[in-house]
């Protein structure tokens, strides 16, 4: 009898693993990363396959376990080497250099590239660590500063309105029947406000935003107006107390706008770019409030979470989004932004060369145009993610982290600039093609054996030099007698294996707004498309249309304008994003 029992638990073990594997599986699938932990970490003993090995690390990085994430991927990598997406080594060295091991983080993903024969990308990481190097040599930048009003629960996103702090938090309404959000087993979001005065005193003295902005979803980071009569806030796909979800049954984030009606938040209307299809969130306007700044994963961007902008043209009407370009956005995650006073952008980005996880950038505007962004620097950025900043003066403002010397989760910051940022390099890589010298009069640079007559400089980009090139009215196919100007392109693209080129195109003002971005897109598509069939790699051009957003000739209205002066918006650009 006792034999029999034995083999009948002995063949149950089996069944039992693949019944948990199932269970973390499905929990992972729905983003409940903290209850998928503890199964897949019991299949463990009899299962080491990638797939359960990919996802233990992923539930233990999207939950900011960062030791344990690193242990993961350290083994997931060691075991899969080149079969592995690259994903990986870039999470694992995301996650070294959270737990402090920054030169392992970077041996990682160099013998990443050594093994695959990628001399662009050791080049690229070399110059990165070179440029954090300089960044770190600057020493702490700031004074920084814990809130007493943080918990071990979730406080971010602050911004200092009038007499209140306004921030998000997990929720801290007190009823057992509050539904948790199972990616973290804490509460749901929703949207605070804590007197000023009380700001060194704890969360007691916070409360929630009088009206209809909290709910039982999500509700954080938010923008209101200088007349404090409307918001603009993030939700997810929540209104009048129906959720919708995608076909992944996933709840993604929109915008929504609120107006202060009888001293209360009211009249809550969803803004008309979101999507149920992908996420829309972090709202953030200029100083002069005429235009909208957000993140999104919507199609067409660079990849992950870019930054776009709409202009706010009335009331309840808005132009189509402009995706900020490659300036500023990356193949991962830009998010948070903030417009200070002069319109500088701030954002959060694990893209751009950072310390670990989520770093805040800068990217001042320059004549019209973002210039490429630096890392803020230490210590408002760590090996943990750090993002959601936010001025009250010119030095003075508020940043969130979930680095683990805070009270738990996210936290919030108070900060006050003492240094200024300034980096210096032996090579200066704060700019795209830095060896190429200023432009002449003509916007040329002068030509000898290091340099080409076909590349210039001109408001901090690099341009592929073209005869203009021009679209028809309304038309979007490359002209015949234009088509040979695209020669130069593909000779310098030839000349330079490894370039990579954004195809920019635009419009005139005619024609609605969200028109002329879908047209321009086309025209930019219909010029990639050619320099493909001419040889050209596909994945050394990006097509970016930019509708009227960047005329070269003023027209305030359409008659203001000559038909010349049309033709001449209607124009295709060639940036270089990379080249050596």
């Given amino acids: 009898m006792k034999k029999l029992l034995f083999i009948i638990l002995i063949g149950s073990q089996p069944v039992f693993a693949q019944q948990e594997l199932e269970r973390a599986n499905t929990y992972f699938e729905r983003a409940f990363y903290s209850d998928a932990i503890p199964l897949y970490e019991q299949v463990l003993s009899t299962n080491k396959s990638q797939h359960v090995l990919q996802n233990l690390a992923d539930a233990y990085y999207r939950t900011y376990d960062m030791h344990s994430a690193a242990r993961w991927y350290k083994t997931l990598t060691s075991r899969t080497g080149k079969t592995v997406d690259p994903e990986y080594f870039f999470k694992l060295n ?20 050594q093994n695959l024969g ?34 071990p629960g979730s406080e971010f996103a602050a911004i200092q309105i009038d007499s209140n702090l306004i921030y998000t938090a997990a929720s801290k309404r007190n009823t057992s029947l509050k539904k948790r959000y199972r990616w973290n087993n804490q509460n749901y979001l929703d949207i605070y406000a804590h007197p000023i005065v009380k700001i060194n005193q704890h969360d007691a003295f916070s409360k929630s935003l009088p009206g209809k902005i909290n709910t039982k979803m999500h509700e954080g980071t938010y923008a209101i107006t200088k007349d404090r009569k409307t918001i603009y806030f993030t939700r997810n796909n929540y209104l009048r107390g129906r959720k919708k979800t995608d076909e992944k049954k996933v709840s993604n984030l929109k915008i929504y ?33 005429t235009k909208l700044y957000f993140a999104s994963d919507r199609p067409g961007g660079f990849g992950s979470f870019d930054l776009y902008s709409v202009n706010i043209l009335s009331k309840d009407t808005y132009s189509s989004p402009v995706n900020l370009g490659a300036s500023i956005n990356t193949p991962r995650k830009e998010q948070f932004p903030f417009l200070d006073e002069q319109n500088n952008l701030y954002f959060a980005s694990n893209g751009h060369p950072g310390f670990g996880l989520l770093d805040i950038f800068i990217s001042k505007l320059e004549f019209g145009d973002y210039k490429k962004p630096d890392n803020l620097g230490l210590p408002v950025n760590s090996g943990y993610d750090d993002f959601a900043i936010s ?25 006050r600039e003492t240094k200024p940022l300034v980096i210096k390099t032996e090579e200066e890589t704060t700019q795209l093609a830095s060896n190429i010298p200023d432009k002449t009069d003509e916007g040329t640079a002068p030509s000898n054996e290091k340099e080409d007559e076909a590349i210039v400089r001109k408001d901090d980009k690099t341009f592929i030099k073209t005869e203009q090139i021009h679209f028809d009215y309304n038309l979007w196919y490359l002209r015949k007698d234009v088509r040979n100007r695209l020669d130069i392109v593909i000779r310098t693209m030839n000349k330079y294996p490894i370039m990579k080129v954004e195809v920019g195109t635009h419009t005139d003002n005619r024609g609605n707004d969200r028109y002329n971005l879908e047209l321009s897109q086309k025209r930019a598509d219909s010029v990639k498309e050619f320099l493909v069939e001419n040889g050209i790699s596909e994945d050394r051009v990006i097509a970016v249309g930019y509708g009227e957003s960047k005329p070269l000739v003023q027209c305030p209205a359409e008659n203001d304008c000559t038909e010349q002066d049309h033709e001449q918006n209607r124009r295709c650009e060639f940036i270089i994003l990379e080249w050596k």
Avoid: C, M
Wanted: hydrophobic share 30%; proline share 4%.
């Fill in 94 to 113: 995301q996650s070294l250099k959270a737990t402090g091991k920054y030169e392992e983080a970077e041996n990682a993903l160099q013998k990443y590239y």
């Fill in 118 to 151: 990628d001399s662009v990308s050791i080049d690229k990481a070399r110059k990165d660590n070179q440029y954090l190097n300089a960044v770190n040599a600057i020493g702490d930048r700031f004074i920084i500063q814990n809130l007493p009003l943080n918990t």
């Fill in 257 to 289: 706008k609120a107006e202060w009606i009888d001293n209360r938040w009211d009249n809550i209307t969803e803004l008309p770019f979101n999507s149920d299809k992908y996420s829309t969130e972090h709202p953030a306007l200029t100083e002069d409030e």
């Fill in 391 to 415: 001025f009250h003066s010119s030095k003075e403002g508020y940043f969130s982290s979930n680095r683990p010397t805070g009270k738990g989760s996210d936290d919030i910051y108070s900060f």
